[in-house]
C-alpha cells in the first residue's frame, strides 16, 4: 500500500455559513430516511451518521426551513442510489440493468401517480420528494428537476460501464462524466425553491450562467475527488475519482494531488471574476442564485473535511480542518480540458502588473 495522502487546507475565498435551524434538520433527514427505509439497514445505519442535514443547511443558509429539508432528504437519497446501487450494489457492474432502473425511477418522479415500483423504498422516497417538490417550485422547476435527474441517471450509466471493464476514462471524458454523476445540477433547482424565487429561462440558461453552474460543479466535484480519495481508494473494488484519472496519465499520487488541486484553484479564481462580473449586471433573482452556488460550494467544502463519511475515524484521511485564501495557481489560461476550455472565453483576463503600468505611463 503506498503511504498516505496529505491534503493540505485548499484555497477558498467563500464564506462560511449555516442556517440556524441545521440540528433539528439534521435529526429530521435521518428520521426519514428511516421512515422509508432508504438503502439497506448496513447503508442507512452509516448515512444517518454523516451529517447530510447539516451539508443541506451549509448549502441554504438562509432559505426557507421546509426546502433544507427536503434538500437534505434528497442528498440522502441519492446517496441511497449512488453507493446503494451504482458503487456497491451489484447494477454497478450491468449498466444496462442499471439504465432499466433509472428509466423507471424516473417515470416515479415525473408521474408518482403511476403504479409501477409500489414495494421499492427508493420509489417511495421519491414520490414523496416529488410531492414535496410541487409544493415548493414551479411546474418548470419541477420539470427542471425530473430533467436533472435524468442527466445524472446517464453519466452513471457510463460510469458503470468503465467499472464493469475496470477502465479509467481520459481527463476530458471524465470531466464529462463528473459534472454530472457529482449529482451536482439536480441541487439547482432546490437552490431557487430554497429562496422562493425562479430563474427566468433566459437567464438561467444564458452561456455565462450556466458556465458558472459548470464550474461550481467542478469546483463542488474535484473538493470531492480530493477529500473523498481516502475512502475511495481503501474501499474494495473498483473506485474512479479525478486523482486516479490523473495517476494513470502518469502521475505519481503526490503530483495527482498537486495537479488537481492547481486545477481546482483555476477554475475557482475564474468562477469568482465571473459570478462578480455576472452579479453586477443581473437580476435580483440572478444574484441570488449565484450566491446560492457560491454557498453550495462552500457548504461542500466544510462539510468534506468533517462529516465522519470523510474522515473515516476508524482509520483517519489526513484532511485539513482550514481553507486558505491563496490559490496554488491563478493563472488566467484554459485547461488543457476540450471540454471546458470555453469558459475562460467568458471573462476577460485580469490586468497585471505589467499592463497596469503601462496604462499608467500611456495616461501620464
Ligand atoms: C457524489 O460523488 C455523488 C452524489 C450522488 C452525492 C450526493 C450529493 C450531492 C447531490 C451534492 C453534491 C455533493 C458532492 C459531490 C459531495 P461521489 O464521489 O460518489 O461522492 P462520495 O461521497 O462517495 O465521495
Ligand atoms: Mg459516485
Ligand atoms: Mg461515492
Ligand atoms: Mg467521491
Known amino acids: 500500500m503506498e503511504p498516505e495522502l496529505t491534503v493540505p487546507p485548499l484555497f477558498s475565498p467563500i464564506p462560511q455559513a449555516i442556517h440556524p435551524r ?5 435529526v429530521q433527514t435521518a428520521a426519514w430516511a428511516e421512515t ?3 438503502g439497506s439497514e448496513q447503508l442507512r445505519a452509516k448515512l444517518v451518521t454523516q451529517d447530510i442535514g447539516t451539508f443541506s443547511a451549509r448549502i441554504l443558509p438562509g432559505g426557507r426551513e421546509e426546502v433544507v429539508s427536503l434538500l437534505a432528504d434528497f442528498v440522502l437519497w441519492l446517496f441511497g442510489v449512488d453507493d446503494g446501487h451504482c458503487e456497491e450494489g451489484e447494477l454497478g457492474h450491468r449498466p444496462g440493468d442499471l439504465a432499466g432502473l433509472l428509466h423507471r425511477l424516473i417515470r416515479v418522479a415525473q408521474n408518482p401517480e403511476a403504479p409501477m415500483m409500489q414495494d421499492d423504498p427508493l420509489a417511495a422516497g421519491l414520490r414523496d420528494l416529488r410531492l414535496r417538490v410541487d409544493r415548493y417550485g414551479t411546474a418548470g422547476q419541477t420539470a427542471r428537476w425530473v430533467d436533472a435527474l435524468r442527466e445524472y441517471f446517464f453519466s452513471v450509466v457510463w460510469e458503470a460501464a468503465h467499472r464493469r471493464a475496470g477502465t479509467v476514462p481520459d481527463l476530458n471524458d471524465y470531466t464529462l462524466m463528473r459534472l454530472y454523476d457529482g449529482a451536482t445540477s439536480v441541487v439547482l433547482p432546490m437552490l431557487e425553491m430554497g429562496y422562493g424565487y425562479e430563474l427566468q429561462p433566459h437567464e438561467r440558461d444564458r452561456r455565462a450562467v450556466r458556465a458558472a453552474a459548470e464550474m461550481a460543479s467542478f469546483i463542488i466535484t474535484w473538493d470531492n475527488d480530493i477529500f473523498s480519495h481516502h475512502k475511495e481508494r481503501r474501499s474494495p473494488g473498483y473506485y474512479l475519482n479525478a486523482l486516479r484519472v490523473l495517476e494513470q496519465e502518469g502521475l505519481t499520487a503526490e503530483e495527482a494531488l498537486d ?12 468562477y469568482m471574476r465571473l459570478t462578480e462580473q455576472l452579479s453586477a449586471e443581473g437580476s435580483p433573482q440572478l444574484r441570488q442564485y449565484l450566491s446560492s452556488l457560491s454557498s453550495f460550494i462552500r457548504g461542500a467544502q466544510d462539510w468534506g473535511v468533517s462529516s465522519v463519511r470523510y474522515t473515516t475515524p476508524d482509520d483517519p484521511a489526513n484532511l485539513p480542518s482550514t481553507f486558505g485564501d491563496t490559490p496554488t495557481d491563478d493563472r488566467h489560461e484554459p485547461l488543457d480540458i476540450p471540454a471546458v476550455a470555453w469558459w475562460w472565453e467568458l471573462v476577460p483576463a485580469p490586468a497585471g502588473p505589467a499592463a497596469g503600468l503601462r496604462r499608467f505611463e500611456q495616461t501620464a
Do not use: E, G, K
Open 36 to 38: 422509508f427505509r432508504i
Open 259 to 270: 495537479v488537481a488541486i492547481a486545477q481546482r484553484d483555476r477554475v475557482m479564481c475564474l
Open 22 to 26: 441545521h440540528a433539528d434538520i439534521d
